[in-house]
């Protein structure tokens, strides 16, 4: 990859992350792969929820651990969001849907990627969310040419 792209935020809290996530979905286009990382409580659905609402998504954001996925057509974009919490083995992962909907005409948002280490096609960027005692500290690193892509247009505004 010719130009990875990295940094780090600390938001301070929940109203944070949101407007976080709404000024990132402007960047979004279709077919990124975008994986959240995070303990239980990080704030990986929160941040979802500020994306969609960007989006134009009025409606509830649900944490989409039954089913697996949850899928929203919106008026930009198609957007999955996955969560791989409680994914064990491949064939749940492959039952999920989500080799018909990864990098194709959609966004993706992916909770737990690491549940599914090793079987998941290419990501192109990368969000670790760390607790800190009151807020959170946000860190995001492009993976893929197209997620630099993605990543460059914040740099050129002054937000990276
Ligand atoms: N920047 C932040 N600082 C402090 N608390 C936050 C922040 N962002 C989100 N939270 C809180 O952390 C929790 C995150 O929950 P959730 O988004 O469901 O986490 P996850 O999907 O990672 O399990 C919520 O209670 C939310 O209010
Ligand atoms: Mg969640």
Redesign the pocket.
């Known amino acids: 990859m010719l130009n990875p792209v990295s940094h780090t935020w600390i ?4 109203d ?2 949101l407007s976080w996530g709404r000024r990132f979905s402007d960047f979004l286009y279709p077919g990124l792969v975008v994986t ?1 990382e ?10 979802t ?1 500020g994306v969609l609402q960007g989006l134009g998504y009025t409606g509830r954001v649900k ?1 989409p651990t039954y089913p697996i996925l949850e899928t929203y057509s919106l008026s930009r974009l198609y957007f999955y969001h996955f969560d791989f919490y409680r994914i064990y083995d491949k064939n749940e992962l492959e039952d999920s849907g989500f080799r018909e909907n990864f990098g194709g005409s959609g966004v993706c948002f992916v ?1 737990w990627p690491e549940k599914a280490e090793g079987w998941l096609p290419s990501v192109d960027i990368g969000i670790k ?1 760390k607790i800190l005692a ?3 500290e946000f860190t995001v690193v492009s993976l893929s040419e197209a997620g630099s892509l993605c990543l460059e247009k914040w740099q050129k505004l002054g937000w990276l």
């Open positions: 938001l301070q809290n929940e944070a992350t959240l995070g303990e239980l409580g990080a704030g990986k659905t929160t941040l929820r944490s909770e969310i009151e807020k959170r």
